[in-house]
């Protein structure tokens, strides 16, 4: 008896077969919490007590040095401004985007699909494809130069403006799509009845947008900017690829602490940092974000 | 308020062939109740919709109050409407709902308050105003969109078969509700739904439409009494009207061996084919100018007794009184109401001048 | 004999049909148009001038200004690329290790899928929650301490080492993925399946799985292209079997510019693929496995 527990017979069997219910069910999950508890708890616990490490048993030291390096406080400083910055940015084009193809403009398919693309692109190719740009002679200058403006050394560390306003157009082009996805899924959720409605009874379109659209999409955009702000806090391949060690990010230091300073205890400590602050945000989201309308879930 | 012209409406959904609205014109006067109906698909739904402005029509126009409207967005055209799924935004508290259409308008706050305190009551969603439509059950919610529909001064009063989603009881009572709250505002109205009862019980004039066109416009006892062809007889009153095909001989319409009613005298020879409702045939003891028929089946309803009988191969229904007892297989005797027969092309179905 | 006409009340009022809303509509059109367009170039110059610079020659890489149109075509820069070393093994391990995770993490996440599709089990809502937060945690920053884990039990710098890592990153996503594949088929089929005398294996082979194959298919390739574009954790856990994207990050500072576009472009061909095969599945995957 394996495949005879169907959720419907679940549904309508007594409390007397549950025990013998629950073993297939078990089986077939059990591998992934075994793998995911191995990849996740195990060395979680380990990195705790690598970055607690010290000559005398548990200490501060690897703390103090990850503290005490002069790229720890620009990395965190640079870490938070790229996601105070970009992530409104990302979230008015992607919202922009999405409400675009919502009025069905013609070819709309072709225009979600070239939309879309980045999203698979990964940060260390999206750093590559706009140093193209940047670059001293790429083809930002190039362009400029044919009105007889600049060069401009954008990724140049003595021009820190332009270096994180390339990196940020560069986490714009390639990780709006994904937000923008969101948007477009959950827009399609929305019934059309309601900005019907709205409409006929006498909404403009920015009331409809304020009143209707941007409140029925607070699920999907609260989805959305928990899973961008943990991602952006690991951004660090494109600040690689635009400008080296100048732009230094929190990951980028983890990256340059265990391969460049061959120290993983340090390189421990960083990941816990960016790790705890991920958490942190994704935990501040959920509280302050949190439906104060239990019953408007629909 | 105000009345609504509409002049030779087309309209054709891309990618159909068929228009879904062929060149359709009504006037719907200030303050009436005026009720489309018909099966889905025959444009009902399409005319309100632009009249709405949620649809724009490929040719034609629509005028309001004596404006223009054919284009115009729907949010400039004054309106307040009742959907088929209620449309209640989910995220707005009751209170929220109802005021809507008043916050739009930007009304001042307390007067928004004191109107949707006036909706509420009226609809007596009093005590559910804090609540939020999940909290509500399907009745209420359709209610809090029919508050949010009456308490603005809107031009004119749209529904989209707004009780097609409520169980028959409280279909039932909420159409009396629903007709009194109409009367009482006076608004014009514009109802479209495919539930024949509803049209005649709530319409000033009802407008029967097959296929992209009206059929027949009318009130609703000339419409129920006098179809106009035999897709309107068909179509309204349950059971439907009964068609039966004979021929005109002699003064008679012939319907086959000795089966015969007299026919009108503008009648000429020939086809012709008969509407008669079932309640307009009752069944007597044998007299050489009633119909025979043989009993097929007997249905007792309670207030009425339904029986299907059968004239020369032909299929009819008759609605008899309880009382009268009459069991399938026996042989009955039909008296077709001279006043209530009317008189249809079978070609084209549709009605004859002489029935009239 | 004369017919009946509908009655008709005709109108008496002939407003002249106002049309400026209708041209305000079209204007608005247009303006939808441009600025999709406007938004459609900023997302493919990147790609166009990135393909550009992959396939000029390094020789016309060096003029300035840059030339916009592809007059100097070269397979050069390409070739050079491809040809350096560490690129055609780190191809061949990121090809390894991106099928070996798709394996891994179809292996263990579509039977888990299943289960929570299929089954009611106790702490079935505390097991998805469960996944929820692992996919939102940043698994890769654990990469630190992995290698070390990795070097005791002396399976750092191997492919392997990088699956694990990869499987565990996508894991949440293929077992929500699945789920929701197998939700969609009926369980109706699978019980007539039965019923017509299938086994339970053989109902799920020969019912459940080609119905849930196109699904399973979707949720693969995006499996596949998360594996291929992880830099960290593959550049962290290897240092002779790297990745390709690991051997480009890690040769940045001192490889030519050539190198680098090409590095980009050829880094960039399967999101390319990847969003032309996906695109029916986009919105459902992000929709259904993200709430």
Same mark, same amino acid.
Request: proline share 6%; charged share 15%; aromatic share 10%.
């Given at each position: 008896m394996t495949r005879t527990e169907l959720v419907r017979e679940g549904a309508r069997g007594g409390r007397a077969s549950r025990s013998r219910r629950l073993s297939p069910a078990l089986l077939l999950i059990s591998p992934s919490i075994i793998l995911m508890l191995l990849l996740f708890a195990w060395p979680m616990v380990a990195g705790i007590l690598q970055a607690f490490q010290s000559p005398d048993g548990l200490g501060l030291d690897h703390?103090?040095?990850?503290?005490?390096?002069?790229?720890?406080?620009?990395?965190?400083?640079?870490?938070?401004?790229?996601?105070?910055?970009?992530?409104?940015?990302?979230?008015?084009?992607?919202?922009?985007?999405?409400?675009?193809?919502?009025?069905?403009?013609?070819?709309?398919?072709?225009?979600?699909?070239?939309?879309?693309?980045?999203?698979?692109?990964?940060?260390?190719?999206?750093?590559?494809?706009?140093?193209?740009?940047?670059?001293?002679?790429?083809?930002?200058?190039?362009?400029?130069?044919?009105?007889?403006?600049?060069?401009?050394?954008?990724?140049?560390?003595?021009?820190?403006?332009?270096?994180?306003?390339?990196?940020?157009?560069?986490?714009?082009?390639?990780?709006t799509s994904l937000v923008m996805v969101i948007v477009v899924s959950g827009l399609q959720g929305i019934p059309k009845d309601y900005d019907e409605a709205a409409n006929v009874f006498g909404a403009t379109y920015w009331t409809r947008l304020r009143h209707v659209w941007l409140p029925l999409l607070k699920p999907s955009l609260q989805v959305a900017l928990i899973l961008r702000t943990i991602l952006a806090f690991q951004t660090f391949a494109v600040a690689q690829a635009l400008t080296g060690q100048d732009f230094p990010l929190l990951v980028g230091e983890t990256y340059r602490f265990y391969t460049a300073l061959q120290n993983p205890n340090v390189a421990s400590a960083l990941a816990l940092v960016v790790m705890f602050v991920s958490m942190a945000a994704a935990f501040l989201y959920l509280r302050v974000l949190r439906d104060g309308t239990k019953g408007a879930a629909r | 308020m105000a009345d609504i012209s509409i002049r030779n409406l087309v309209k054709t959904y891309p990618g159909n062939t068929e228009p879904a609205t062929k060149n359709i014109s009504l006037h719907v006067e200030d303050g009436e109740f005026m009720v489309l109906l018909g099966p889905s698909g025959?444009?009902?739904?399409?005319?309100?919709?632009?009249?709405?402005?949620?649809?724009?029509?490929?040719?034609?126009?629509?005028?309001?109050?004596?404006?223009?409207?054919?284009?115009?967005?729907?949010?400039?055209?004054?309106?307040?409407?009742?959907?088929?799924?209620?449309?209640?935004?989910?995220?707005?508290?009751?209170?929220?709902?109802?005021?809507?259409?008043?916050?739009?308008?930007?009304?001042?706050?307390?007067?928004?308050?004191?109107?949707?305190?006036?909706?509420a009551e009226l609809l007596q969603l009093t005590p559910y105003l804090d609540r939020y439509p999940a909290q509500l059950s399907g009745g209420q919610r359709q209610r809090v969109a029919v508050a949010r529909a009456i308490v603005v001064d809107a031009d004119v009063l749209l529904m989209d078969e707004p009780l097609s989603n409520l169980d028959a009881l409280l279909r039932l009572n909420f159409r009396a509700e629903l007709k009194k709250i109409v009367e009482h505002i006076g608004t014009t109205t514009v109802y479209v739904t495919h539930d024949q009862v509803e049209a005649l019980s709530l319409g000033d004039r009802v407008a029967v439409m097959e296929a992209g066109k009206i059929a027949q416009l009318g009130h609703p006892m000339e419409v129920y009494d006098r179809p106009a062809d035999t897709f309107v007889g068909g179509f309204i009153g349950s059971p439907p009207m009964n068609f039966l095909d004979g021929q005109v001989a002699d003064g008679r319409i012939i319907f086959g061996e000795g089966a015969s009613i007299p026919a009108p005298a503008a009648v000429p020879p020939g086809p012709i084919r008969i509407g008669i409702r079932a309640e307009a045939i009752s069944i007597a003891a044998h007299?050489?100018?009633?119909?025979?028929?043989?009993?097929?089946?007997?249905?007792?309803?309670?207030?009425?007794?339904?029986?299907?009988?059968?004239?020369?191969?032909?299929?009819?229904?008759?609605?008899?009184?309880?009382?009268?007892?009459?069991?399938?297989?026996?042989?009955?005797?039909?008296?077709?109401?001279?006043?209530?027969?009317?008189?249809?092309?079978?070609?084209?179905?549709?009605?004859?001048l002489a029935s009239v | 004999m004369s017919t009946l006409a509908p009655s008709r009340t005709e109108q008496s009022d002939d407003v002249p049909v106002d049309l400026r809303p209708l041209r305000r509509l079209k204007r608005n059109r247009l303006l939808l148009q441009l600025a999709c367009v406007a938004v459609s170039l900023f997302m493919v110059v990147p790609f166009y001038l990135i393909a550009v610079a992959a396939f000029s020659s390094p020789a016309a890489m060096n003029e300035f200004p840059l030339r916009f149109l592809p007059t100097a075509f070269s397979v050069e820069t390409m070739s050079t690329f491809l040809s350096s070393t560490g690129v055609g093994a780190g191809l061949i391990n990121s090809l390894i290790v991106a099928v070996g995770t798709l394996a891994l993490s179809l292996v263990v996440g579509a039977p888990a899928g299943y289960a929570i599709a299929r089954y009611v089990f106790k702490g079935r809502d505390q097991y998805q929650l469960f996944l929820l937060f692992t996919r939102a945690l940043p698994i890769v920053v654990l990469s630190v301490p992995l290698a070390e884990l990795f070097l005791n039990v002396g399976m750092y710098d191997t492919p392997l080492a990088v699956v694990l890592l990869h499987t565990a990153l996508t894991l949440p996503t293929t077992i929500l993925v699945t789920a929701s594949v197998f939700l969609a088929v009926p369980v109706d089929v699978e019980e007539a399946a039965r019923i017509f005398g299938c086994g339970p294996l053989g109902a799920f082979g020969r019912v459940v799985l080609p119905l849930a194959l196109p699904g399973i298919?979707?949720?693969?390739? #995006?499996? +596949?292209?998360?594996?291929?574009?992880?830099?960290?954790? &593959?550049? !962290?856990?290897?240092?002779?079997? /790297?990745?390709?994207?690991?051997?480009?990050?890690?040769?940045?500072?001192?490889?030519?510019?050539? #190198?680098? +576009?090409?590095?980009?472009?050829?880094?960039?061909?399967? &999101?390319? !693929?990847?969003?032309?095969?996906? /695109?029916?599945?986009?919105?459902?995957m992000w929709g259904t496995t993200i709430r």
């Open positions: 703390i103090e040095r990850m503290v005490g390096d002069g790229q720890f406080g620009p990395a965190v400083r640079n870490t938070l401004l790229l996601i105070v910055v970009l992530l409104p940015v990302q979230f008015v084009l992607a919202i922009v985007m999405a409400l675009l193809l919502h009025q069905r403009p013609k070819g709309q398919g072709l225009y979600f699909y070239l939309w879309a693309v980045p999203i698979a692109v990964s940060d260390l190719a999206a750093g590559l494809v706009w140093l193209a740009i940047f670059t001293d002679n790429g083809y930002l200058n190039s362009a400029l130069s044919t009105i007889g403006v600049g060069p401009v050394s954008w990724l140049s560390y003595t021009n820190p403006t332009s270096q994180f306003t390339a990196i940020l157009v560069a986490e714009l082009w390639r990780a | 025959c444009g009902k739904t399409t005319l309100l919709r632009m009249i709405a402005g949620l649809e724009l029509p490929d040719a034609g126009a629509i005028s309001i109050g004596g404006r223009d409207m054919t284009y115009l967005p729907p949010n400039r055209r004054n309106l307040s409407m009742v959907f088929q799924s209620y449309a209640v935004f989910p995220h707005r508290r009751v209170r929220q709902n109802i005021g809507f259409g008043l916050m739009t308008r930007k009304m001042p706050k307390d007067e928004i308050a004191r109107k949707v305190a006036w909706a007299r050489p100018d009633l119909v025979p028929a043989v009993v097929d089946v007997v249905e007792p309803l309670g207030a009425a007794t339904l029986l299907t009988v059968k004239v020369a191969d032909q299929s009819l229904k008759v609605q008899i009184p309880p009382s009268q007892r009459v069991s399938s297989g026996e042989t009955v005797f039909l008296h077709f109401a001279p006043d209530s027969v009317r008189l249809y092309d079978p070609q084209t179905g549709l009605g004859l | 298919s979707a949720a693969s390739i #995006f499996t +596949f292209v998360l594996s291929w574009n992880e830099v960290l954790g &593959a550049t !962290i856990l290897t240092l002779n079997q /790297r990745t390709l994207p690991a051997t480009v990050l890690s040769s940045l500072s001192d490889s030519p510019l050539t #190198f680098r +576009f090409a590095g980009g472009f050829f880094l960039i061909v399967p &999101a390319l !693929i990847f969003i032309a095969v996906m /695109r029916k599945y986009l919105i459902n």
